[in-house]
């Protein structure tokens, strides 16, 4: 199955999640210092990896992955929707 490709802030928290729980990797691209870079987010049915070019986050939960996508700006800001 190809991954699903998406620049920073393209995808809601929800869309990440969803294609993770079915089993797609999702590959978000970045900005780190002025350069591009790449991070892969996966789940393998029980464990929920960011896979970035610096380390490996491992998260045992879906709210520690929604947590990190949101901490680290991979989803859209959808709070700023809702206030429009």
């Known amino acids: 199955m190809e991954p699903l490709r998406a620049n920073a ?21 970045t900005e780190l210092l002025g350069s591009e870079h790449e991070v892969t ?7 929920f990896y960011c896979d970035t070019p610096t380390t490996l986050h491992k998260h045992g939960t879906e709210a520690e992955m ?3 996508i949101d901490n680290q700006g991979y989803a859209r800001d959808t709070t700023a929707d809702a206030e429009d």
């Open 9 to 29: 802030g393209e995808l809601d928290v929800e869309e990440i999640l969803s294609a993770l729980a079915d089993g797609r990797r999702v590959v978000i691209v």
């Open 41 to 47: 987010l996966r789940h393998d049915g029980s464990t």
């Open 66 to 68: 929604r947590e990190c």
